[in-house]
């Protein structure tokens, strides 16, 4: 099946600094991304959908000043969390889609200390 | 609106078939699907199945669509230890919406 691939699996940060986090589709080429958030035990929320050469759409509730979603070519969407806050610790992933469903990245587990 | 509604947990003795339910309410759902997550994993598509089906085979799993009453079934004959993981369900109309995730757990 397609591959999407998720990069880091791990980030620790200190508050109050950014991190990016990169989703690439290695053999497919992805018109829609997608970006959710898992808190533990809990399932998938999803915080918004990123579309190649446009805005992404975030869902209610998600701060999308907070949560930038930037999606410059048709393998690679990035979602950067800013001024990261312990609340924001979770796991991210992502997914791209193709004509009949959406694979998944390995995640990204952030932790803000 | 949109709404995916499964079980959270199943315990099912190892050898014997799981069945994880699933209710959706969007009926324009083009796709329908399951995924497993492994602990600390990403995603893993296992099978979805068209809208106007009925039954998807696919070696172990096997999938029941009743659109009627938007129900969603997975069966996995001969569960082993492997098949431990969170499953969701999931549909697709534009974007993807999963339900919570059943746990499935292995009883030895």
């Known amino acids: 099946g397609a591959v999407v691939s998720q990069h880091p699996s791990r980030v620790i940060c200190k508050s109050g600094t950014s991190v990016k986090i990169e989703c690439r589709s290695l053999d497919f080429q992805a018109t829609t991304m997608f970006w959710y958030r898992q808190f533990p035990k809990k399932s998938l929320m999803l915080m918004a959908t990123?579309?190649?050469?446009?805005?992404?759409?975030?869902e209610q509730g998600v701060e999308k000043d907070k949560f930038l979603i930037n999606h410059a070519s048709l393998t690679l969407s990035t979602l950067t969390v800013t001024s990261a806050h312990p609340e924001d610790s979770s796991f991210y992933i992502c997914?791209?889609?193709?004509?009949?469903?959406?694979?998944f990245g390995q995640g990204t587990r952030l932790t803000v200390v | 609106g949109e709404d995916v509604e499964q079980s959270l947990f199943l315990s099912v003795r190892e050898g014997d078939s799981s069945v994880i339910n699933c209710t959706y309410t969007d009926s324009s759902s083009t796709y329908l699907y399951w995924y497993k997550q492994e602990p600390g994993a990403g995603l893993q598509l296992l099978t979805y199945?068209?809208?106007?089906?009925d039954m998807k085979q696919d070696q172990r799993l096997t999938v029941l669509l009743n659109k009627k009453d938007k129900h969603l079934s997975l069966r996995i004959a001969d569960t082993q230890t492997g098949d431990s993981a969170i499953y969701f369900c999931?549909?697709?109309?534009?974007?993807?919406?999963f339900g919570k995730g059943t746990r499935l757990h292995i009883l030895p």
């Open positions: 990123s579309n190649e050469g446009s805005k992404a759409t975030y």
């Open positions: 997914s791209a889609r193709d004509r009949v469903g959406a694979f």
């Open positions: 999931a549909e697709r109309d534009d974007k993807i919406i």
């Open positions: 199945i068209f809208s106007n089906m």
